[in-house]
C-alpha cells in the first residue's frame, strides 16, 4: 500500500490562500494559492510581518482582533473581512478565519482566506443604496427573531431607531396602525411559511397623522428551508392622498350638486306654483270677472312681485355659490396636477395679496376696517384671550357705516423679511380662512391675522368670533376621520388650505373656543433676509393695494391716519372704516 499524500502538497493544491502566523503575526509558512490571491512569492513574504499589507484604515482592528485571538480573550467563530495588498499595487477584499493551536494541533495560527472583493464590493454597493433610498431594506431571520440587515431610512417611515430594531426585532410592530397589525402578522406568517407576500398598511405616527407603506416580501431558501425573510418598504402615503383627494373631489362636487340643485328645482316648482296661483296671469279669470282685462290690484301685484324676486333672488345666489365651487374645484384641481416643489417665498406680500382677494371677493356685500398693529401680549388691557377686544369696550365704540350697517373688522401683523418654504397657493390658501371667518360671524365680523415666526417654521393664524367649527369638519380635514355619507365637509375651501399645507410639508390646525375659533396654517421656515429686524413686528409700511386704495377713500380712516396703536403709528386705516362698494 503505498504512503499517504504529502500534506504540504495537498496544502498547495487548495484554493485558498492558507497561512501559518506566529503569536505576533509573522509569517512561518504560506501555500502556493497566496501567489493566486494576492500575487506575492509565498517564500518572499516568510519571515515578515502579515499586517503591514494590510490596509491603514482595516490595519488597527485587524491587529487588536488577532492580539485579543492570541490572549484567548475571543472566540475566532466568526470571518473576518479587510483589505490587503496586492503585488501589483492594488487591493483585494480578504475573508479570513482564524484556527487556534488548541483546534489544529499545529504550532502557529492557521489563517484560511479567500478572495471576497466581488461578493463585498457588491454588498457595499446595495448598502450605498440603501443608505441613500427612501424604502426600507430589510432582512430577518426566518422567525422574525433575529434583524439582518436594515437601513437608516426605517427611522425616517417608521419611527423606529436602526439600535431598538437590532435589539427588539419586531419593535416595527408598535409603529403599525393598531387596526391593520392582524394583517401583517399574517404576511409576516405568510413569509416564515415559505410565500411571497405584497401588503399595503398604515403607519400611525406620534403626531397622530397617518401614512401608507407598501410592502413585497420574499422568502430566502436555501436547500429547500426558509433561512430568512426580506424586502423593502416603501412610502405610498402621496398615492393613497391623491386617490383621498380624488375621492373627496367626487364627494363634494355630488353633495353640493344634489343639495344646490334641490334648491333651484323647489324654487323653481314654487315660482310655477305661484304664477299659476295668480289671477293676474289666467285670462280665464279675467273672462270669468267680465273684465277682460287683467286684474290691477297694486297690493296684489307687490305680493306677487316680492315672492317672485325672492326666489329668483334664491335661484341666482344657488348658482353663483355653485360658480365659486366650479372655480374653488378648478384651483384644487390645479394645485393636484402641479408636480414642482415648495419654493422660498417672502411671506409678507402673500399676506398683502391674500388680503386683496379678500377686499375684492367682499366688493359689494359690506364694508372692510383693515388695520395694522405691533404684537400685542395676552391678557393686555381691554384684550381678550382670543385677541379682541372685550364686549363692553365694542359697545363703547361700535363698527358700523353711516348707514348703521356693520362692518368686518380685519387687524393684521406680521414680521418684516421672514421667508417661508410653500407652494405659491399660500396667498389663496389665506384668502379662504379669512373669507370663511367673515361669512361665517353671526354678528360683525371680527378677524385677526398673525404671522409668527420660528427657526422651523411660519405661522399664520387666523382668529375669528364664528360659532366653533363643527368637529366633523375639523376631523375630517386634518385626516382624524374618513369621509363618507355620514360624516363629509361641506366645502372645498378648506381642503384647498389643507393641501397647500400638506403640500407644502406644513400643517393645518384648529383651536375651537366658545368665543371663536382660531385655525393657524405652518409651513417650514427658510430664515429671514439679512438685514431685517427681530420676530417683533412692526406696521409695514405696505404698498398700494386693493385694501389701501379701500380704506384711503374713507374720511375717518383719513381721520385717523397717523394715530398710535400700541405706541406704534397705523399705517392703515384705524377705528375708521374703508368702503368695499362703489
Known sequence: ??????????????????????????????????????????????????????????????????????????????????????????????????????????????????????????????????????????????????????????????????????????????????????????????????????????????????????????????????????????????????????????????????????????????????????????????????????????EELAELGAALAEDAETVRRVASDLLTTAEKQRGVIDLLRQRGSPQSVEVAPVVEAALDMVVDDCDGRGEIDVSYRGPTADGAAGVEPNGFERAADRDRDPDATADGDPVASLSVSYPRGVRAFTHPELDYAIAELVENAIEHAESTPRVRVDVTETTESVGISIRDNCPPIPPEERYVITDRWEMDDLRHTGGMGLWLVYWVANRSGGDLSFDTHADGNVVTLTVPSVGREAGEESLAARPPGRPETAVGRANAGSDVAGHAAGKEVDGLEDVGSGAGSGSGSD
Open 1 to 298: 500500500m503505498n504512503a499517504g499524500p504529502d500534506p504540504e502538497t495537498l496544502l498547495n493544491l487548495a484554493q485558498d490562500k492558507v497561512v501559518v502566523l506566529d503569536e505576533d503575526g509573522i509569517y512561518r509558512h504560506l501555500n502556493a494559492a497566496a501567489t493566486d490571491v494576492i500575487g506575492f512569492d509565498p517564500e518572499a513574504l516568510v519571515g515578515t510581518d502579515a499586517f503591514d499589507l494590510v490596509h491603514p484604515e482595516d490595519e488597527g482592528r485587524l491587529r487588536e482582533t488577532f492580539a485579543a485571538v492570541v490572549a484567548g480573550e475571543v472566540d475566532p467563530d466568526e470571518p473576518i473581512e479587510y483589505r490587503y495588498a496586492t503585488a501589483d499595487g492594488g487591493w483585494v477584499w480578504l475573508r479570513t478565519r482564524v484556527h487556534t493551536p488548541a483546534e489544529t494541533g499545529v504550532d502557529g495560527y492557521v489563517l484560511t482566506s479567500r478572495d471576497a472583493t466581488r461578493e463585498v464590493e457588491s454588498r457595499r454597493r446595495l448598502e450605498t443604496i440603501a443608505s441613500v433610498s427612501p424604502d426600507v431594506f430589510w432582512m430577518f431571520s426566518a422567525d422574525w427573531s433575529e434583524l439582518l440587515f436594515i437601513n437608516d431610512a426605517v427611522e425616517s417611515v417608521f419611527h423606529v431607531a436602526p439600535d431598538r430594531l437590532r435589539r427588539n426585532p419586531e419593535s416595527f410592530l408598535d409603529a403599525v396602525h393598531p387596526d391593520d397589525r392582524p394583517y401583517v402578522e399574517r404576511a409576516m406568517e405568510r413569509l416564515s411559511a415559505g410565500e411571497s407576500a405584497l401588503i399595503d398598511y398604515r403607519l400611525g405616527t406620534e403626531d397622530g397623522t397617518t401614512r401608507w407603506v407598501r410592502v413585497p416580501g420574499e422568502p430566502v431558501v436555501e436547500s429547500g428551508e426558509v433561512v430568512a425573510v426580506t424586502g423593502f418598504a416603501q412610502d405610498v402615503t402621496d398615492e393613497y392622498r391623491r386617490e383621498r383627494q380624488l375621492a373627496v373631489m367626487d364627494n363634494l362636487l355630488r353633495h353640493t350638486l344634489r343639495n344646490d340643485m334641490n334648491i333651484v328645482d323647489g324654487t323653481a316648482e314654487r315660482i310655477v306654483d305661484r304664477v299659476a296661483a295668480a289671477d293676474a296671469f289666467d285670462p280665464e279669470a279675467w273672462e270669468s270677472e267680465g273684465a277682460g282685462t287683467p286684474p290691477t290690484d297694486p
